[in-house]
């Protein structure tokens, strides 16, 4: 069996999980930081992307709508969130994007860091409104992203990884 990994990673963190998911299927998969035609040649496509708008990259869209009889498992992660309704709903916008001649063996979301910028952001728009919780919030979210993904998340997935691979 041939794999392949593609990624969109922004900050590192679906990078990080590539780097798991290699370990894990073998270092001689390559890791390919954009969508490339040469991953196509794979029978099994692990496909990683960083959460962008609810969903994963344009870029990356293209590249699992031209995928034809692959199996694939979709990775990601999203600064927001840390809930797995939150992660079923960005992987289901993601699947829309897989015709029916592909098999979805798998997927795997966690949490990831997000840039400072988006805390600045956060705690301008807590200053404009002191008595908004949600801004609060949105500060311990970002805080706790910065420890994702952690050693937990490597593990989930080199486990979910392991179960589909067998298979």
């Known amino acids: ?9 922004k900050t590192g963190n679906t990078k990080r999980l590539a780097e798991a998911i290699q370990e894990t299927v073998g270092k001689d998969t390559p890791i390919y930081e954009e969508p490339v035609n040469e991953a196509k040649d794979a ?15 344009g870029e990356m869209k293209e590249f699992l709508t ?10 990601g992660t999203a600064g927001f969130g840390g809930g797995s309704e939150y992660f079923t709903q960005i992987l289901g916008r ?7 001649t592909n098999q979805i063996i798998g ?9 400072m910028g988006i805390r600045a952001r956060y705690e301008a728009m807590a200053a404009e409104n ?12 970002f805080d706790m992203a910065l420890l994702h993904p952690d050693q937990e998340d490597l593990q989930k997935l080199k486990k979910q990884v392991e179960l589909c691979i067998k298979n």
């Open 130 to 141: 002191p008595e908004n919780e949600k801004f609060k919030g949105m500060i311990e979210n």
């Open 66 to 75: 031209s995928l034809q009889n692959k199996k694939v498992f979709l990775f």
């Open 107 to 115: 997927e795997y979301m966690c949490q990831g860091k997000m840039p």
């Open 1 to 9: 069996m041939k794999y392949a990994i593609v990624i969109n990673s």
């Open 94 to 100: 993601v699947k829309e994007n897989i015709n029916l």
């Open 43 to 57: 029978d099994v496509i692990f496909a990683g992307f960083w959460t962008d708008k609810g969903s994963c990259t």
